[in-house]
């Protein structure tokens, strides 16, 4: 019997849900924590970045056209994938942040109940955020939520998974979609993710993970004019880029709010826009 | 007057004065495409790939925009066409980004003849010029006199450009004197209007036929070959793209005679129509990058283009919202 060779896995980038190397071809190393070296991962390129916002467009009118609650059964399936692969991604989060296996287990484990509580909120954000308005007047007037369109997420530079849900969930509950340009120091996690977007009935593009460096891809994602909406929680400079946005008058999440339900409902105003509906009284 | 020559460029030997030859019966013309050296297809399909594969660089790339912005035939042929549409069209077409001055209009607007007048109304004192699509469009399965009222009809409203389609069933029956003098007739017809004829490419099968098809529309007095109607499932390819500008490259060898080629259907974005300048570039040579003998026959080519140029001034990738649809 032969000694068995390593299956080594390329860490792909995901977008238009296919599993894609960069267009420019280019790879960059990934560490550990204690800078072992962990695997390659693909250095996106300024195209990948217009491929990705392009799925993106594509992918956002069917997920908003999904009743709230199938969204939040579709978010809830992810939960699902992650929880059956926890296992591997406490892994992955023990070598990129350098905790010990019950620490990351336990962060993984958090991390996906607090996907399961974003996913409850989808068919409830309606009522918190929007509402019936008096008006004077035989008429009804409603303000709802909706989505902005293409959000761009910087996720955080630190936490791999559990702060990425956050980052990444969020605007995915209004109906968004998302652009994500995971952490450069420790992009598995994020790509793992993105995989599992893949198998849990999320349109094809509505989740798209971008891996490379950010001070090369953050100011293209930040000044693009389809990208709608913007979280930079992982920006090292978060001013610059909020300027480039601000050019084509992108919603910018500065500071990431902190994991707790205060934090994450400001996470699900983020990203959204109030229109309002007048209707008339019925006889 | 015309020697068939062996494999190789110049297909066709005119002994002396370079002057198309007439063809005076279909034995002739039988002859004359008999004599044309076969495609090699993989051949064919490797230089065409092999140059998709060229890097424009930046300043390249923004000339390379404006170029195909101006080849442009802006084009709509929809049976639910409305003069309000056409209308809009009209504007688009004299300035394709309304918010930018310095983009070229496009070479000409492309309608069905009920709308050429419409069409002319609206682009009357702009150098866009109006193209129809006439003699039964896109089937080209009407009797010559039919056609022939089809071209009269947009000719006397103002058209400026006719595209008709050859009868691909004749073609491939091998009625070939009857496609040769139906474009010879639509010729006559056309007067000085400038004719474009349609191959159909898709339909033709072969990239043999496709340089049969050239030579015999080439030879009848075409002023442009065209690659496609657009309401068939395969249209423009680069292959076929690259056999017919060989085609047009060895007639102007040949017999001194420029014609011009349209790539119409299914090129979408820029980044085709880029493609296909560099093969024209290389394959007919430089002399032909320019509207007069390129064209394109688009609709929503157009709005990538713009986009395409709005992200080189800018530096940041722009939404397709931002441009006008139609």
Redesign the interface.
Known sequence: MSERLDVRKTYKLVIGGAFVRSESGRAYAVAGADGTFLANAARASRKD??DA?RAA?GAQPAWVAHSALLRGQVLYRLAEMAEARAAELGDHVAQAEGLDEAAARASVARGVDRLVWYAGWADKVGQVLGGANDVAGPYFNFSVPVPVGVVGVIAPADSSFEGLIDALVAPLVTGNAVVVLASQRRPVPAVLLGEMSATADLPAGLVNVLTGHLDELGP?LA????VDGLDLTGASDPAALAA?AA??LTRVLHAGPPATPEGGLRRLRAFVDTTTVWHTVGA | MIAASGPGTAVVEIPSGSRVPQVASEAQLRTVLAGLSGVDAVGVAARAAKLATRSLKRETKRRALDLAIAMVDLTTLEGADTPGHVAALCAKARRPDAEDPTCPPVAALCVYPDLVATARAHLAGSAVRVASVATAFPAGRASLPVKLADVAEARAAGADEIDMVIDRGAFLSGRLGQVFEEIVAVKEACGPAALKVILETGELGTYDNVRRASWLAMLAGADFIKTSTGKVAVSATPPVALVMLEAVRDFAESTGQVVGVKLAGGIRSAKEALRYLVLASETAGSTWLEPGTLRFGASSLLTDLLLQRRSQRTGAYARREHVSVE
């Open positions: 970045v217009r916002v467009q293209v000044a693009h004019e389809a480039l050019d084509s």
